[in-house]
């Protein structure tokens, strides 16, 4: 059984560009999660979706950063303008349900803000 | 609040020696906790897991004890090898939020 699969697996732009990460998760798991991972540190939560519903965003900076899970199954999550301070690893992670004890991880996306 | 704490790094050993990571958490209600491990370059993969007290979670000669009481869960291992290095996470479940640690780097030499 594949993975959760994220692209591109690093990417490199000049501020102010707009950037785009992919997310697929394992195939049935209808929870998503976006991780910010700054350098040194533990992954810190952007946002979760149950299927296509996002509920909880809290901690997405929605000024710059904004996220989307069409048909509950793929998951886009996009930084315009992308700042210095946005350079970090970018992970996505599923899980089989709501309240499912074990998250599963993608390779994440290493960004370097220029 | 929900948070956890765990013993800063690097951590280096020679191979075969003795591991400890110390990981304390704060929360409410009662969450289950976690320890992850990432190799350079990948993603985080689950090592083990307890949910309720004096569980013991255990994975590849990896353990862990869910200690309420003094609201610990310190990962042991009793005989490391080179392949082990990697940053091992702590962390906890709550409802539907997970909390994650600053992360331990571990490196074994041979």
């Known amino acids: 059984e594949a993975g959760v699969v994220q692209s591109p697996r690093y990417k490199i732009i000049e501020k102010k560009q707009p950037v785009a990460f992919w997310c697929n998760p394992i195939s049935g798991h209808n929870t998503l999660y976006w991780y910010l991972q700054n350098l040194g540190q533990g992954p810190e939560l952007l946002i979760r979706?149950?299927?296509?519903?996002?509920?909880?965003d809290s901690q997405l900076p929605k000024d710059r950063f904004s996220a989307e899970r069409l048909k509950g199954v793929d998951s886009t999550l996009k930084i315009q303008p992308a700042e210095l301070g946005d350079s970090a690893v970018y992970l996505c992670?599923?899980?089989?349900?709501?309240?499912?004890?074990?998250?599963?991880f993608g390779p994440g996306t290493r960004l370097l803000v220029l | 609040g929900n948070s956890v704490t765990q013993m800063e790094g690097p951590v280096t050993l020679s191979e075969e020696a003795f591991l400890t990571i110390n990981c304390t958490y704060t929360?409410?209600?009662?969450?289950?906790l976690f320890w992850y491990v990432q190799y350079p370059g990948e993603g985080l993969q689950l090592l083990l897991k307890?949910?309720?007290?004096?569980d013991k979670g255990s994975n590849k000669g990896f353990e862990a004890t869910y200690r309420k009481e003094t609201t610990s869960f310190h990962l042991e291992k009793g005989s490391v090898q080179v392949s082990d290095s990697a940053v091992y996470f702590c962390?906890?479940?709550?409802?539907?939020?997970?909390?994650f640690g600053t992360g331990t780097s571990l490196t074994v030499i041979p």
């Open positions: 962390a906890l479940r709550t409802g539907n939020q997970f909390y």
């Open positions: 992670a599923s899980s089989l349900a709501r309240g499912s004890e074990t998250q599963y």
């Open positions: 307890a949910t309720k007290a004096d």
């Open positions: 979706y149950e299927n296509e519903e996002a509920v909880d």
């Open positions: 929360a409410t209600g009662y969450p289950s």
